[in-house]
């Protein structure tokens, strides 16, 4: 584990720091695994969108905040895959590495 490690949305990889940023479960209660673009009420609010169209959907936006394309698609193809979201096909691998 690094030290480095703080909140990071386990759908999109964005950092959260304020209660604002962070998602809802149906209760109202926050959900800390998520960001609330990607998670309100208990839901994904992109239920059923792939890994590959939220990478792109996530250098888009990278893009429009003033990233570069490189280092937007590189940051999403590192950051992405490894988020608990878009494990579920390795569930013996819950631990982090
Ligand atoms: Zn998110």
Avoid: V
């Avoid at 609010?45 to 888009?60: C, F, H, P, V, Y």
């Avoid at 590189?74 to 631990?95: D, E, I, M, V």
């Amino acid at each position: 584990m690094k030290a480095s490690e703080k909140n990071i949305c386990q759908s999109c990889g964005m950092p959260m720091k304020n209660m604002t940023d962070f998602g809802t479960d149906r209760d109202g209660s926050i959900n800390t695994d998520y960001c609330h673009y990607c998670y309100e009420d208990g839901e994904f609010t992109d239920q059923g969108i792939s890994l590959e169209e939220k990478m792109a959907r996530n250098i888009r936006i990278a893009e429009k905040l003033g990233m570069s394309k490189t280092t937007a698609s590189k940051l999403a193809r590192n950051t992405l895959p490894k988020l608990r979201r878009w494990r579920k096909s390795s569930k013996a691998r819950q631990n982090m590495e």
